[in-house]
T-cell receptor, first 114, second 113 residues
Framework: EPEVTQTPSHQVTQMGQEVILRCVPI?????FYWYRQILGQKVEFLVS????????KSEIFDDQFSVERPDGSNFTLKIRSTKLEDSAMYFC????????????FGDGTRLSIL | GENVEQHPSTLSVQEGDSAVIKCTYS??????FPWYKQELGKRPQLIID?????GEKKDQRIAVTLNKTAKHFSLHITETQPEDSAVYFC????????????FGGGTRLMVKP
């Protein structure tokens, strides 16, 4: 069964540094998402991406965040200047189409900001 | 925006018993309701979903019911097994509004052997 893959599995970064989290969505999927989960809390939506542009973003997704689809397979989340409170598990997800299709999650990247 | 409330936050059952987790949502336009199971340190894994034009759906030991009028939906697990122990999240989505999943707070289910 095809899966969403994410790299790295764990990223440790000094506060103020830039990080790029990488995702390879399922190949025939058209909608891509980033979510985050702070330890012990619920999963929170960050951004959705369709047709090479942001479809929706949450209040969390401020100017420090950006997403990009640099080629036909990768989907990246960049945090420009990390803060301690950015420490969380970041999940990428993808869905086949817009309407009523499930979102499949990757294994996540654990981001630790020191 | 959408708000999803989930109860209980923890649930402990004996192996073989049934477990029920309940969620309510606020946006009457929400039209798709998935349930995810998350084991410690792992990805949320879709286990069942229901669309707004359906009142109930079943897949082996798992069933989900939806009451659109009351804006609540429930997960039912029968004949629970120790491997059902995990955190379960309900979620709601309003398509054509960015497809963002709004998750409930999660239920930690513990199945005692």
């Amino acid at each position: 069964e095809p899966e969403v893959t994410q790299t790295p599995s764990h990223q440790v970064t000094q506060m103020g540094q830039e990080v790029i989290l990488r995702c390879v969505p399922i190949s025939n999927h058209l909608y891509f998402y980033w979510y985050r989960q702070i330890l012990g809390q619920k999963v929170e939506f960050l951004v959705s991406f369709y047709n090479n542009e942001i479809s929706e973003k949450s209040e969390i997704f401020d100017d420090q965040f950006s997403v990009e689809r640099p080629d036909g397979s990768n989907f990246t989340l960049k945090i420009r200047s990390t803060k301690l409170e950015d420490s969380a598990m970041y999940f990428c997800a993808s869905s086949e189409t817009v309407s009523n299709q499930p979102q499949h999650f990757g294994d996540g990247t654990r981001l630790s900001i020191l | 925006g959408e708000n999803v409330e989930q109860h209980p936050s923890t649930l402990s059952v004996q192996e073989g018993d049934s477990a029920v987790i309940k969620c309510t949502y606020s946006d009457s336009a929400s039209n798709y309701f998935p349930w995810y199971k998350q084991e410690l340190g792992k990805r949320p894994q879709l286990i069942i979903d229901i669309r707004s034009n359906v009142g109930e759906k079943k897949d082996q030991r798992i069933a989900v019911t939806l009451n659109k009028t009351a804006k609540h939906f429930s997960l039912h697990i029968t004949e629970t097994q120790p491997e059902d122990s995990a955190v379960y999240f309900c979620a709601a989505i309003t398509y054509n509004a960015g497809n963002m999943l709004t998750f409930g707070g999660g239920t930690r289910l513990m199945v005692k052997p």
